[in-house]
């Protein structure tokens, strides 16, 4: 028989080991804290920008050798950037700005000020293009914005679940579609707080906009004059096989080996890229009656809550991989061939092969073949690997990435899980310990075998 001292010593360790694990993430976590942590990466061709939304809010630029070229982190949160056309190392993006104390703009703290700026890189000169306060804090970001001509931007807007078309010279707001007038609040996420949360626009090359509809599961496409092209539309509420509170679609063109999107499924823990095709040929079509087929996957152990994805002219993908806390560019084999270690990725962007999937081409044309890699970022074993493979299979996606974005920055899901093994050891031990003094405290179970 095991003695009493037997197992405490064994919940000792096991707690020791939990402990260990989690000081060793806190240690070895990235951080983008101040422009002296910024990691350098290896050299790479062309310019890349990195943005982060939450736990720091910066945009970080690395020229090709690996140098930072800029780093901000002014605003409390940075979301969707984009290379400006025609201006060398020059790019938009939206940021937000929690506001903490009551004044003319804020009249009831917490609120938010969402802003579209444009910086040159290279000379840190930086102009506000288009701002706007709202009362709220809770899902009130503009998380994606898209220059159509000099004067005028199209708005992903969280907050009041729409998207907008703005002259930001005259400010006045020419096209706008609410979620509404084609979505029952009934479905996606708690309304009024954050119902659509609308965190993507693009403007089509036909004139199409296509937008990302997160608590719908969908990828819908809109004409600006008839309103939604349901035929058109990616997945459905609650169809989690197709998508899952997907970030930052991209459209990939007939062109270029489309009609195809490519897009990061978060919650599904994967990159997916989706084909229009003819439901009888197969064949690629923008006729209404296709369908849309996945035709390429990517996902390795340790992508967790990807949230961008751009195809490079060269067929290769650029990853952001927020919870797993990385920025990848993945080859045609599904090869890690460039990988640095950022705190809370958003989106990226390689500033020389234009916006997002600009010049790439889709899976299919490519002869991409989806791939589950194993750990295929070079870092070689972690002692947390185990744990965080345990963990992957019992605890529901959802529920990790809700607990690693409310926990300190280091937190990612190896030491989810250690947190996790922690705190099962000692609430058995607590359990035994109880167990062992009932008898003292004359307390019987109320379920007993009769002698």
């Known amino acids: 028989m095991v003695s009493r001292r037997a197992v405490r010593l064994l919940f000792a360790t096991l707690l020791v080991v939990s402990i260990s694990g989690l000081a060793y993430g806190a240690a070895t976590a990235p951080t983008t804290a101040s422009a002296d942590d910024v990691p350098r990466p290896e050299p790479r061709d062309g310019h890349t920008v990195v943005t982060e939304s939450a736990k720091f809010g910066t945009i970080v630029a690395w020229r090709p050798n690996g140098s930072l070229l800029y780093y901000d982190d002014t605003h409390t949160k940075y979301f969707d950037v984009d290379p400006v056309a025609n201006e060398s190392l020059t790019v938009e993006y939206t940021a937000t700005d929690t506001i903490h104390t009551s004044g003319p703009t804020c009249e009831s703290p917490p609120c938010t000020r969402n802003v579209v700026e444009r910086v040159n890189l290279s000379t840190g000169e930086t102009r506000e293009i288009y701002a706007r306060y709202d009362d709220s804090e809770l899902a009130a970001e503009w998380h994606d914005h898209v220059r159509v001509d000099d004067e005028r931007i199209l708005i992903a807007d969280i907050v009041d679940d729409q998207v907008f078309l703005v002259n930001t010279t005259t400010e006045l707001v020419e096209w706008r579609w609410n979620a509404q007038s084609d979505f029952p609040v009934e479905g996606g996420g708690p309304y009024p707080e954050d119902w659509a949360h609308i965190n993507d626009v693009s403007l089509l090359d036909d004139g199409r906009v296509m937008v990302s509809l997160r608590n719908q599961d969908q990828v819908v496409f809109l004409d600006r004059e008839t309103g939604l092209v349901d035929e058109w539309t990616l997945g459905s509420d609650g169809d989690h096989d197709t998508l899952y509170e997907q970030h930052n679609p991209d459209y990939i063109p007939p062109e270029r080996g489309g009609p195809a999107v490519l897009v990061a499924d978060s919650e599904n823990g994967r990159i997916v890229e989706y084909q229009r095709v003819d439901p009888d040929t197969g064949q690629a079509t923008t006729a209404g009656d296709g369908v849309w087929n996945r035709t390429w996957q990517w996902r390795d152990a340790r992508l967790q809550w990807p949230r961008d994805a751009d195809r490079l002219p060269n067929g290769h993908t650029l990853i952001a991989d927020t919870h797993g806390k990385r920025v990848v560019e993945v080859d045609e084999q599904g090869e890690i061939v460039w990988s640095v270690p950022v705190s809370h990725p958003y ?105």
């Open 347 to 451: 989106e990226v962007e390689r500033l020389e092969t234009g916006a997002e999937s600009a010049g790439g081409e889709s899976a299919a044309r490519l002869g991409l073949e989806s791939r589950t890699a194993e750990r295929s970022d070079g870092g070689g074993f972690d002692p947390l690997d185990p744990l965080s493979d345990l963990v992957t299979f019992v605890v529901p996606s959802r529920v990790v990435n809700g607990v690693i974005f409310l926990s300190p920055v280091w937190m990612g899901r190896p030491e989810f899980a250690a947190a996790l093994f922690g705190l099962g050891a000692a609430l058995a031990w607590i359990g035994a310990e109880a167990r062992w003094r009932l008898p003292a405290l004359g307390v019987r179970w109320p379920v007993f075998r009769k002698k």
